[in-house]
């Protein structure tokens, strides 16, 4: 039987009361510190306004720790990730989100981490902002790494390179960068059979739920009292 633990405050420093090597996989979507195209943008904009459009028909929370420019961006990523890479177990996975600002950022922290870097998953995003004069900004990313080999042994899955999916909307929208349901039931496939899952970013419960609908345990942390109540209603639900 599957089973869940959320905990709730901030990754970084609840990470450290996690035991090594406790957990199967790491999967995770931490706040890009990202959007606006200048600095004061960054910082001075809320995450809702950075990566909510202004005709949104929803008016789901907002979340902290969107500020950080990309050293300093660079530097915790490397921290956090580097828990997660002592509480995973030898051969487990890291799935790690990002866009394509940060993703230089993001495959140097999880490298400086530990992490063996394996490779990039693009998701394409059937519904999104277009781009006068130029593409639309229609994929976000998924960087794959392994702490040591991988165990295909354990886990002798093939996965596509590239997935396709609409945020969720209306009714089944809980955070306002949360992802498609049919993705991460997907993602969490890279983790072995009845593992555990950790994300230390869990927002509204995503990666949980599908954990727990595949047989695999989950365990998240989210910073956000009112967030985590949502993702405890839907992993209590899921469960």
Known sequence: MPTWTLHRGDALALLHNLPSGSVSATITDPPYNSGGMTASQRT??????????????????????????????????????????RITQHGGPLLVFTDFRQLPATSDALQAAGWTWRGIVPWHKPIARPCKGGFKRACEYVLWATKGPVDAARNPIYLPGLFSASQPRGSNRHHITQKPDELMTEL?????????????????????VAALASGRSFVGIELSEQIATTAGERLAAAA
């Open 44 to 85: 001075s904009d809320t995450a809702r306004g950075k990566y909510v459009s202004g005709d949104a028909q929803h008016h789901l929370p907002d979340f902290d720790g969107d500020t950080r420019d990309q050293r300093g961006y660079t530097v915790w990523m490397t921290l956090v990730l580097g828990q997660c890479y």
């Open 188 to 208: 969490v496939k890279i983790c072995v059979p009845e593992g555990t899952v950790l994300d230390p970013f869990s927002g509204s419960g995503s990666t949980g």
